[in-house]
C-alpha cells in the first residue's frame, strides 16, 4: 500500500504507441524495407491538408489564381517544417504560378489564370482540387519521417498552428472566406495512440469498481472490500507504474493485460478470503486462520498462475510485438 503512490504517479506518465516500429521486431522484413524505402527516397507517412474556399458570387479565374497562390504558399510553408519531406499540391504541376501577391500587371494574371483554368480538369482527376456545390477544395499532400520516435502531437500542433497562421493573414489580405482540415495516417496514429490510453484507463476503473462493488457486497463492509481490493490492484499499478517510472511505452498487447491481471487477482482474493473465513471457526486467532488459508489455497493459487503464465508464454515468441507483449 505504501508503494501505491509511487506506482500511480509513474502510472500517470504511461505513454501508449500505435506506431509501425511497435507492432513488429526492428529485424523484420517489413520494418527493414520501410527504413530502406524512408533512407533513399523520402518519409513514407502521409498528411493531408485540405484547404475549404467557400464560393462567391464572383467566382472567376483570377479568383482561382488567388486560390492557387495561397495553396503555393501554404504548401512551402509546410515543406519547410521538420520532419517533412517532399510537399505536393495542384500548384505543383503548373509553371508560373506566382509566389508573391505583389503588383503585376493585369494581363499577365489573366494569362496564368488562364493556364490553371485549362488544366483544372486534370488537377480535378488527380484529386488535387475537389468542387462541391458551395465551395472549392484544394489539398496540398506531404509525407512525414516514421521509425524515428516522433512525436506526432507536437508535429500536428505545429502543423496546425503554422496552417492557422497562414490562413489568417491571408484571410486579412485578400479577404477570402478559407479553412483547413488535417487528415491522413498521422493524425490517425495519434488518434490511436491518444484512444489507447483512454481505453486502459476506463476499462480499468471500470472493472475496478465493479469488481469493488462485488467486494464490498460479499464482505459485507465498505471498509474491508476496499482493503481487499489492494492485492487485486497491486499486480497492474506494478506493471504499469514501472512502465510508466522508466519511460517503456505501453502498446495494444500490454493494454489488455491490466484487465487481465484483475481479474486473475480477484479470483485469487476471493479464494484466499473464503479458506480464511473458514479458518477463523476452525481456529482461535486470525494469524492462525491465515495460515490456515494459505495451507489451503497457496498451492491451487500457485498452479492457477503458473498454468495462466505458462500458457500464454507460447506467445511471447510470436513476431507481432503486440501479441509477444500481451504474453
Not at 485540405?50 to 464560393?55: A, D, H, K, S
Not at 488567388?66 to 512551402?76: E, M, P, T
Not at 479553412?179 to 481505453?199: F, H, K, N, T, W
Request: charged share 20%.
Amino acid at each position: 500500500a505504501l508503494t501505491l503512490p509511487l506506482l500511480g504517479y509513474g502510472v500517470a506518465r504511461i505513454q501508449t504507441s500505435a506506431q509501425l516500429e511497435d507492432l513488429l521486431p526492428p529485424r523484420n522484413r517489413l520494418i527493414e524495407s520501410y527504413s530502406w524505402l524512408q533512407s533513399h527516397i523520402g518519409p513514407l507517412v502521409p498528411v493531408e491538408v485540405v484547404l475549404r474556399f467557400e464560393r462567391s458570387a464572383a467566382d472567376n479565374p483570377l479568383e482561382t489564381l488567388s486560390r492557387a497562390q495561397i495553396v503555393d504558399g501554404l504548401r512551402r510553408r509546410i515543406e519547410a517544417l521538420d520532419h517533412t519531406g517532399g510537399t505536393t499540391a495542384a500548384t505543383t504541376f503548373l509553371i508560373g504560378v506566382p509566389r508573391g501577391g505583389g503588383g503585376r500587371q493585369i494581363i499577365q494574371k489573366r494569362m496564368i489564370a488562364g493556364r490553371i483554368q485549362k488544366h483544372r480538369d486534370s488537377l480535378v482527376k488527380l484529386r488535387y482540387v475537389h468542387d462541391e456545390e458551395d465551395a472549392e477544395l484544394w489539398r496540398i499532400s506531404t509525407r512525414v519521417e516514421a521509425l524515428k520516435g516522433i512525436d506526432y502531437g507536437k508535429f500536428l500542433e505545429g502543423l496546425q498552428d503554422e496552417v492557422d497562421t497562414y490562413l489568417a493573414t491571408q484571410r486579412e489580405k485578400n479577404t477570402v472566406d478559407v479553412s483547413a482540415r488535417i487528415s491522413g495516417a498521422v493524425p490517425l496514429i495519434y488518434m490511436a495512440q491518444e484512444q489507447l490510453l483512454d481505453d486502459l484507463i476506463k476499462s480499468f476503473i471500470a472493472a475496478f469498481l465493479l469488481i469493488a462493488l462485488v467486494m464490498i457486497v460479499l464482505m459485507k463492509s465498505f471498509g474491508a472490500g476496499m482493503v481487499s481490493m489492494i492485492p487485486n490492484v497491486l499486480p497492474a499499478a506494478v506493471v504499469f507504474g514501472g512502465m510508466g517510472l522508466m519511460g517503456s511505452t505501453v502498446d495494444i498487447g500490454a493494454m489488455m493485460t491490466a484487465s487481465a491481471a484483475l481479474g486473475i487477482a480477484v479470483d485469487d482474493t476471493l479464494h484466499f478470503l473464503v479458506w480464511f473465513r473458514r479458518g477463523l471457526v476452525q481456529t482461535s486467532t486470525r494469524r492462525e486462520a491465515i495460515l490456515f488459508a494459505y495451507q489451503h489455497c497457496a498451492t491451487p493459487m500457485l498452479q492457477t498462475s503458473a498454468i495462466c503464465g505458462l500458457g500464454l508464454l507460447a506467445f511471447a515468441l510470436s513476431p507481432f510485438t503486440p501479441t509477444s507483449h500481451f504474453a
